[in-house]
């Protein structure tokens, strides 16, 4: 009996010290920096959830970069294409982590990407579409090279 009563003690600590929220949100402090972007892919769900079709992730060369600023500016540039770099001013709500563009940047306030990923080496924006009435998922995934 003391034996059964130890383990469900040591069963609930477990239990207890393992249990955390899932997502405790992204610190927008760690978008601060400059990103490579290195793979993007789609992904299509049915209304079911279930994945229909995903393509495979490609990866860039070192072409497109994203910087993100202190004063909530930033910039973006392709250097494949030897384009000017475009400025742009965002907003992050911590509440729903979704990325805001004020101006310029890599959508508008009716589809926002949603910060799927965010820590000390990688970015993972997400954007979400209806098509076809099927729900699409496009996903960038960025490096911090700074």
């Known amino acids: ?12 600590v477990l239990l207890w010290s393992g249990c955390s929220k899932d997502n405790d949100g992204v610190n927008p ?11 993007e892919y789609d ?3 049915n209304d079911q959830g279930e994945v229909e079709g995903e393509y495979d992730p490609y990866t860039f060369e070192e072409s497109f970069y994203i910087e993100f600023r202190a004063d909530a500016t930033g910039t973006i540039w392709d250097t494949t294409e030897g384009s ?3 400025e ?4 992050f709500d911590t509440g729903s982590q979704m990325l805001y563009w004020t101006y310029g940047g890599l959508s508008d306030d009716d589809n ?3 910060i799927e990923k965010l820590n000390a080496s990688e970015l993972i924006m997400t954007w979400y579409y ?10 960038s995934i960025f490096q ?3």
């Not at 209806?130 to 996903?139: F, M």
């Open 130 to 139: 209806e098509e076809g009435g099927k729900r699409l998922s496009e996903k």
């Open 1 to 12: 009996m003391k034996r059964l009563f130890l383990f469900f003690c040591c069963a609930a």
């Open 112 to 114: 926002p990407p949603y």
């Open 88 to 91: 742009f001013g965002y907003r």
């Open 84 to 86: 000017t770099k475009e």
């Open 144 to 146: 911090r090279v700074d």
């Open 43 to 45: 992904e299509w769900v």
């Open 29 to 39: 402090d760690q978008l601060i920096g400059k990103w490579l972007l290195t793979s």
